[in-house]
């Protein structure tokens, strides 16, 4: 990731930037964040299912 951040971290980061917009009722920018913390997701590589669907199921209610 850009500038050496743990991936773990970003993924952490991204998905409760995507909680707080979704609570606010943001919904591109709760997309914009999951879509991130998915991206993250994928250059973690595996060991990261439980984590990837979790926040596939977050960022599907954002996009109702």
Request: avoid cysteine.
């Amino acid at each position: 990731l850009a500038g050496g951040l743990d991936p773990a971290k970003a993924i952490d980061y991204a998905t409760r930037a995507g909680d707080g917009a979704l609570a606010a009722f943001a919904f591109d920018e709760a997309l914009g964040f999951y879509d991130t913390a998915l991206a993250s997701l994928e250059l973690a590589g595996d060991g990261h299912s439980a984590d990837a669907a979790e926040v596939a199921l977050r960022y599907d209610s954002a996009e109702r």
